[in-house]
C-alpha cells in the first residue's frame, strides 16, 4: 500500500528538520570543544610558566653564575691552594678547571682571548666554576661581557719566589717527585749562579709577579716598566677580589671562606687538617747568604717587584685587620656589623 502525498511530505520535512538540527547540534559541540581545548591549552602554558619561573630564576641565581679565576703566579703555593679547591668541589656543588696553555705562556692569542672569555661568560654546564692556571689578568670588560669573574691570587716575595722556581726547575719538588725538570743536573746553587752572573738568576727573572697583574698589554712584559707596575697596582685594587701572600696563605684562606662560602665552606679547617695543604716544597732548596740578597736587592728590578709585593701585602693586611679578631693568638672572622633601619614607608 502507498502511503498518502501528504504524509510522504510531512515525512520529508521532519527528516530535513531533524537532520538541520543535528548540523546545528553538531556544530555547536564542536564549538564547545574548540574552547575547551583553548582553555585546556591555555593552562598548560600557564602552569609550564608558573613550573618555569622558579627554574629560570635559578639560572641567573648570582651564586650559581658565580665564575672565580685564580691566575695563579708559579712558586707562590698555588697548589697547595688549588687542591683545597679541588678536595671542596664535590662537597660544595662547583666545578674546578684547570687552564693549560702550551708551554706555560702567560699571555694568549687575540682569539684565544676571545674564545676564553666567551667559555668562561657561557658555559653554563660548568657553573659555578673555579678556573685556575699561570695566565696572567685578562680583562673582560674589554669583550663586552656584562658579568665579569672574579679575581683571585697570591703573591710571594720576590726573591723567596726566584729561590725557589731556580731549585724547583732542578730538583722539583714533592708533588710530582719523579718528574724530570728542565734543568736537571745542574747542581749549581743559587748562590753560585748570582755570583757568576747566570741567567737563571738573573734580576729580569725576578719581573713575574708585576706582569701576572698587569695583563695581555705589550707593556706589561717590558722589564722594569714603571708604567706596568701602576697597572698592576691598579688592578690589585680594583680588578681582583682579594689577593693573598704565601707568608700567610691561612688567613687568605679563613677570608676567602667568610666571604665566599658559596666556594670555600670548609677550606680553612682543611687547610690546617689536610695531607695535601702543604704539597709541592722544592726539594733541594738552598736559603741564599745575606750577600746573595744584597746584591740582588741592587736592582731597580727588585725594587719594583718588592714595592708592588709590599703594596699587595698592605692591602692585604688592611682587610684582614677589618674583618677579623685576635683572641688567645687565634684569628676569629667578626660577626655582621651592619644592620637597616628607618625603613620607610612602614608596613601595616
Same mark, same amino acid.
Given at each position: 500500500?502507498?502511503?498518502?502525498?501528504?504524509? /510522504?511530505?510531512?515525512? #520529508?520535512? /521532519?527528516?530535513?528538520?531533524?537532520?538541520?538540527?543535528? #548540523?546545528?547540534?553538531?556544530s555547536q559541540l564542536f564549538f564547545?570543544?574548540?574552547?575547551?581545548?583553548?582553555?585546556?591549552?591555555?593552562?598548560?602554558?600557564?602552569?609550564?610558566?608558573?613550573?618555569?619561573?622558579?627554574?629560570?630564576?635559578?639560572?641567573? @641565581?648570582?651564586?650559581?653564575?658565580?665564575?672565580?679565576?685564580?691566575?695563579?703566579?708559579? &712558586?707562590?703555593?698555588?697548589?697547595?691552594?688549588?687542591?683545597i679547591a679541588y678536595d671542596l668541589?664535590?662537597?660544595?656543588?662547583?666545578?674546578?678547571?684547570?687552564?693549560?696553555?702550551?708551554?706555560?705562556?702567560?699571555?694568549?692569542?687575540?682569539?684565544?682571548?676571545?674564545?676564553?672569555? &666567551?667559555?668562561?661568560?657561557?658555559?653554563?654546564?660548568?657553573?659555578?666554576?673555579?678556573?685556575? *692556571?699561570?695566565?696572567?689578568?685578562?680583562?673582560?670588560?674589554?669583550?663586552?661581557?656584562?658579568?665579569?669573574?672574579?679575581?683571585?691570587?697570591?703573591?710571594?716575595?720576590?726573591?723567596?719566589?726566584?729561590?725557589?722556581?731556580?731549585?724547583?726547575?732542578?730538583?722539583?719538588?714533592?708533588?710530582?717527585? *719523579?718528574?724530570?725538570?728542565?734543568?736537571?743536573?745542574?747542581?749549581?746553587?743559587?748562590?753560585? /749562579?748570582?755570583?757568576?752572573?747566570?741567567?737563571?738568576?738573573?734580576?729580569?727573572?725576578?719581573?713575574?709577579?708585576?706582569?701576572?697583574?698587569? *695583563?695581555?698589554?705589550?707593556? /706589561?712584559?717590558?722589564?722594569?716598566?714603571?708604567?706596568?707596575? @701602576?697597572?698592576?697596582?691598579?688592578?690589585?685594587?680594583?680588578?681582583?677580589?682579594?689577593?693573598?701572600? !704565601?707568608?700567610?696563605?691561612? @688567613?687568605?684562606?679563613?677570608?676567602?671562606?667568610?666571604?665566599?662560602?658559596?666556594?670555600?665552606?670548609?677550606? !680553612?679547617?682543611?687547610?690546617?687538617?689536610?695531607?695535601?695543604?702543604?704539597?709541592?716544597?722544592?726539594?733541594?732548596?738552598?736559603?741564599?747568604?745575606?750577600? !746573595?740578597?744584597?746584591?740582588?736587592?741592587?736592582?731597580?728590578?727588585?725594587?719594583?717587584?718588592?714595592?708592588?709585593?709590599?703594596?699587595?701585602?698592605?692591602?692585604?693586611?688592611?682587610?684582614?685587620?677589618?674583618?677579623?679578631?685576635?683572641?688567645?693568638? @687565634?684569628?676569629?672572622?667578626?660577626?655582621?656589623?651592619?644592620?637597616?633601619?628607618?625603613?620607610?614607608?612602614?608596613?601595616?
Amino acid at each position: 500500500l502507498s502511503a498518502p502525498r501528504g504524509v /510522504c511530505f510531512s515525512l #520529508s520535512l /521532519c527528516l530535513l528538520l531533524f537532520l538541520l538540527m543535528l #548540523s546545528l547540534l553538531s556544530s555547536q559541540l564542536f564549538f564547545f570543544s574548540e574552547r575547551a581545548i583553548a582553555r585546556h591549552e591555555v593552562r598548560e602554558i600557564e602552569q609550564r610558566h608558573t613550573m618555569d619561573g622558579p627554574r629560570q630564576e635559578a639560572v641567573l @641565581d648570582e651564586e650559581e653564575d658565580m665564575v672565580i679565576i685564580y691566575n695563579r703566579v708559579p &712558586k707562590t703555593a698555588s697548589t697547595s691552594f688549588t687542591n683545597i679547591a679541588y678536595d671542596l668541589c664535590a662537597k660544595n656543588k662547583y666545578h674546578v678547571l684547570h687552564i693549560n696553555t702550551t708551554k706555560n705562556n702567560p699571555v694568549m692569542s687575540l682569539q684565544d682571548q676571545v674564545r676564553f672569555v &666567551k667559555n668562561i661568560t657561557s658555559w653554563k654546564e660548568m657553573k659555578p666554576g673555579f678556573y685556575h *692556571g699561570h695566565v696572567s689578568y685578562l680583562d673582560f670588560a674589554k669583550f663586552g661581557v656584562k658579568k665579569k669573574p672574579i679575581y683571585i691570587n697570591v703573591i710571594r716575595d720576590p726573591i723567596e719566589r726566584l729561590v725557589s722556581y731556580y731549585y724547583f726547575l732542578r730538583f722539583g719538588d714533592d708533588y710530582r717527585p *719523579g718528574l724530570r725538570r728542565r734543568k736537571q743536573g745542574d747542581k749549581k746553587t743559587f748562590d753560585e /749562579c748570582v755570583a757568576e752572573g747566570g741567567s737563571d738568576c738573573a734580576p729580569e727573572k725576578l719581573w713575574l709577579q708585576i706582569p701576572f697583574f698587569c *695583563g695581555h698589554s705589550s707593556e /706589561c712584559w717590558n722589564v722594569g716598566s714603571r708604567w706596568a707596575m @701602576d697597572q698592576a697596582k691598579y688592578n690589585l685594587i680594583n680588578e681582583y677580589f682579594l689577593v693573598g701572600v !704565601t707568608e700567610e696563605l691561612e @688567613d687568605f684562606i679563613m677570608l676567602l671562606e667568610a666571604a665566599l662560602p658559596r666556594f670555600f665552606r670548609g677550606a !680553612t679547617e682543611l687547610y690546617r687538617t689536610g695531607k695535601k695543604s702543604h704539597l709541592r716544597k722544592t726539594t733541594e732548596k738552598k736559603l741564599p747568604t745575606k750577600q !746573595t740578597i744584597a746584591k740582588l736587592q741592587q736592582s731597580d728590578i727588585w725594587k719594583m717587584e718588592n714595592e708592588f709585593y709590599e703594596f699587595a701585602l698592605e692591602q692585604f693586611q688592611f682587610i684582614r685587620a677589618h674583618a677579623v679578631r685576635e683572641k688567645d693568638g @687565634d684569628l676569629y672572622i667578626l660577626a655582621q656589623n651592619f644592620f637597616y633601619e628607618k625603613i620607610y614607608p612602614k608596613s601595616n
